[in-house]
């Protein structure tokens, strides 16, 4: 999906939430712009989900994450997105970017990655639960692990970890 139907699209299909600032950690800044809001949804439903990572526009730092999971907390069932880099000049952000997910085996076949292109961003973390039952009602956690340099080309993210919750409730009608 390219990055301007994504941008058309994401309007309609969710409520963005502007979460400010987070406290910098070790002088560093990296935290959440945006998330899908805490909402209610019928049973049966295909439901998007997203986090939206920023570094404030600093010039020494970057808004990528390297790894992001998505933890439902009903059960502690989680899929885990890994962003990787193949060629020899990766070490300097120069390569060829891809994502892969991991997931455990109750989130195997429901649970898939939305975003922009790999190569294009890699602060937008999405998900998408095709069909949402009675065990997604649940607060869906989401972790993100910043990558360690600007360009994202390094096999290990930066250590810096920061999370925030989104609740998924069944509606009443």
Not at 22 to 42: G, I, L
Not at 71 to 90: M, P, Q, V
Request: aromatic share 10%.
């Amino acid at each position: 999906m390219s990055s301007l139907k994504l941008l058309l699209l994401l309007p309609t299909l969710l409520s963005v939430s502007s979460l400010g600032h987070s406290s910098p950690v070790e002088d560093r800044s990296f935290f959440f712009e945006a998330r899908t809001v805490d909402q209610k949804y019928n049973l049966g439903s295909k439901i998007y989900l997203f986090a939206l990572t920023s570094d404030g526009g600093s010039w020494n730092d970057n808004d990528d994450w390297k790894t992001c999971t998505w933890t439902r907390e009903r059960d502690n069932t989680n899929c885990k997105i890994f962003y990787r880099c193949s060629g020899a000049l990766c070490d300097v952000g120069v390569g060829t970017f891809s994502r892969y997910m991991e997931c455990d085996a109750q989130l195997q076949n429901k649970i898939s990655f939305f975003g922009p292109g790999s190569d294009d961003r890699n602060n937008f973390c999405g998900i998408i639960i095709k069909s949402l039952n009675r065990y997604d009602i649940s607060t869906w956690r989401v972790e993100v692990e910043q990558c360690k340099v600007t360009g994202c080309g390094s096999e290990e993210g930066s250590g810096l970890r920061i999370k925030t919750g989104i609740k998924v409730e069944k509606s009443d009608s």
